[in-house]
């Protein structure tokens, strides 16, 4: 429990830092000193698991002691939670071209590296094409569903998947326009 409660408020406290960041000049720039870009993705990102520890927290706390009531649907919005938090991730890691990457070829002449990033994006595009085409049935699926316990529309939820591959095919092409000048 002692564990659990550390590594979350090391997670709470460096999220919180990353949204601070972005109104907080001091802290820009000591993300800029340390070659950390933020941006909005990083942003959202970082408070989706600001929010994400709320949940967590609270059924921990009502878990462990009697001060607060236990809430059943705090399981239920802590997995809703996660689940935007690693498709968020995924967003971002696939913008920055840091999500897929495998250093498992040889550094190359520039023209060879550009050649094996677009051999590579294009695995990352059917997959990507993938979650576009299944995500969208998923969201069907669940067009008249609530969720069970806090009666959520569970589109918001499904969404998360087509969205995501959505916007990793605008991130490949992006990708591969700046992959064929080379």
């Known amino acids: 429990y002692l564990m659990f409660c550390t590594m979350a408020s090391l997670a709470v406290s460096s999220a919180l830092w990353m949204t601070a960041t972005s109104a907080n000049p001091i802290g820009v720039q000591i993300a800029r000193d340390f070659k ?7 942003w959202l ?3 989706s698991v600001a929010i994400l520890i709320f949940p967590v927290s609270l059924q921990i706390f009502s878990r ?7 809430y059943i649907w705090t399981e239920e919005m802590a997995r809703f939670f996660f689940i935007w938090s690693i498709m968020l991730g995924a967003m971002v890691g696939i ?3 840091a999500h897929f990457d495998v250093d ?3 550094e190359l002449e520039p023209r060879a590296n550009a050649l094996l990033k677009i051999l590579s994006g294009v695995f990352v595009l059917a997959f990507a094409l993938f979650f576009v085409w299944y995500g969208i049935k998923f969201v069907q699926f669940g067009w008249s569903q609530s969720s069970e316990l806090a009666e ?6 499904f969404v998360a998947w087509p969205l995501t591959g959505f ?4 991130f490949l092409g992006e990708a591969f326009i700046a992959n064929l000048r080379v």
């Open 45 to 47: 990102l970082a408070a």
């Open 95 to 97: 913008r920055d071209g």
């Open 104 to 106: 498992l070829w040889p």
């Open 64 to 70: 462990y002691t009697e001060l607060i009531p236990s």
């Open 152 to 157: 959520l529309p569970m589109p918001y939820i």
């Open 36 to 42: 950390v870009d933020i941006d909005f993705g990083k």
């Open 167 to 170: 916007t990793w095919v605008l």
